[in-house]
């Protein structure tokens, strides 16, 4: 099973406007990270925010972080058509102690331009 | 390198073949992960190697697949008796410390089998 979910499935704005994604898990944590991913090849890391922080700037991109919840958003400000592509939440959670990133299924976010 | 680096790009293969998928990491990048993607999911995890060994293998479907990373560095998945199932895009990510930075993904294996 999968420890992150991301929410909604699929988004789709206009360019200029805010884009927020959501992200779920199951399980403690070390860190929670964000990916990019174009046309469905390879990941971009975008942000890592571990389990004592609770907020993270990177630019137009703000995570935070609610460990109580177990809920971690992603807000992408001003957004671009370039914006368009798949965004994941990976946690770091896995039995046994080894760090391994583990993804959800991804939001799918469309920028009209 | 200057990132991670796999290949083949694409790859098509006929049922019941064997298949190596390469990946070569970021230079001292001990850590080494292979994930496989199948079209509208996340990346689901197959097998880790800190150095040299597999520090977790548990993500391997079955005994057709076999990873290795002989030296350290360059790592091998290799697919026994592909079956049309095992059609997925094969990403693998390198990091050098898990915990404080992210991972570095390459731009993974188109897998094909018909």
């Known amino acids: 099973s999968q420890q992150g979910e991301e929410d909604p499935q699929a988004l789709s704005i206009q360019e200029g406007e805010n884009a927020t994604m959501n992200c779920s898990y199951k399980t403690s944590i070390n860190n929670l990270q964000w990916y990019r991913q174009n046309s469905g090849r390879g990941l971009v890391h975008l942000i890592l925010?571990?389990?004592?922080?609770r907020e993270k700037h990177s630019g137009r991109l703000r995570v935070t972080l609610d460990t109580s919840k177990k809920s971690s958003s992603l807000l992408i400000t001003a957004s671009r058509a370039a914006d368009t592509a798949s965004y994941f939440c990976a946690t770091d959670w896995k039995p046994g102690g080894s760090y391994i990133p583990t993804f959800g299924r991804g939001t799918s976010l469309i920028v009209h331009p | 390198g200057a990132g991670v680096s796999q290949t083949p790009s694409n790859k098509v293969t006929e049922k019941g073949k064997y298949v190596e998928l390469r990946c070569d990491p970021i230079?001292?990048?001990?850590?080494l992960y292979w994930y496989r993607q199948s079209l509208g999911q996340g990346p689901e995890f197959l097998i880790y190697f800190q150095g040299t060994g597999a520090a977790d293998d548990s993500g391997l479907p079955n005994d057709r697949f076999f990873a290795v990373r002989p030296e350290g560095s360059v790592s091998t998945l290799k697919i026994q008796r592909t079956e049309r199932g095992d059609s997925a895009v094969y990403l693998c990510?390198?990091?050098?410390?898990?915990?404080?930075?992210?991972?570095?993904f390459g731009s993974g294996t188109r897998l094909t089998v018909v």
């Open positions: 230079s001292g990048h001990t850590a």
């Open positions: 990510a390198s990091s050098l410390t898990p915990r404080d930075y992210g991972y570095t």
């Open positions: 925010i571990r389990s004592n922080e």
